[in-house]
């Protein structure tokens, strides 16, 4: 069984400094992994190479047996939208918008009919404990409810993949561990892949396998094909 989604010997530069040297990675269907290292190893600059948001400079990013560092931006952000989901670490989500159209919004762009949408969204708030917020922007929202929102978005449109950068990290222990709790139970739930960044071992404590990077490049076993 080949991986569904893969880098091999990637290197990246932001200028004259390379954030990436040769880092090789991959994760089977429906696992979680964890990618783990210190501030600046390189790990999020690798996340982004995976979710086609960065182009590495040499190397190959594949997807379900496709390169996608060759695609254009345009092939680049259908993927990104249709087929991949994205947590990061402060929500991101649209001040201007409830919660329940924050989390519509992928199948929006998608082009969703809006009541669709929303009806879509909504199945989420019970899922994940949001009961009764779906009407509240974001400043109405405690930071575990923002990040629990933008979960709910991640996982909206069903996506193979999920890309969870430091999902907790502006939480406090006890609601970082709710909200892995919840992305992990939705994840298996729905047979998704997670590549998930962080730097806490409690948070990684939750994947089925973690790798490390250092110096832009992924120091323990990065392949695991064909695992159960």
Partial sequence: MSALVEARDIHLSFGPTPALRGATFAANSGEIVAVMGPSGSGKSTLLHCLAGILTATSGEVTFAGRRI?????GERSALRRDRFGFVFQFGQLVPELTAEENVALPLLLAGT???DALTR??????RLDLQDL???RSGELSGGEQQRVALARGLVTEPEVLFADEPTGALDSLTGERVMNLLSSAARAH???????????????????????????VTSPALLVGAP
């Fill in 69 to 73: 560092d060759s695609l254009g931006e």
């Fill in 113 to 115: 009919r809006r009541a």
């Fill in 121 to 126: 969204a909504r199945l989420w708030f019970d």
């Fill in 134 to 136: 779906q009407r509240r």
């Fill in 191 to 217: 047979g998704t892949t997670v590549v998930l960044v962080t730097h806490e071992p409690r948070v990684a404590a939750y994947a089925d396998r973690e790798v490390m990077v250092r110096d832009g490049r």
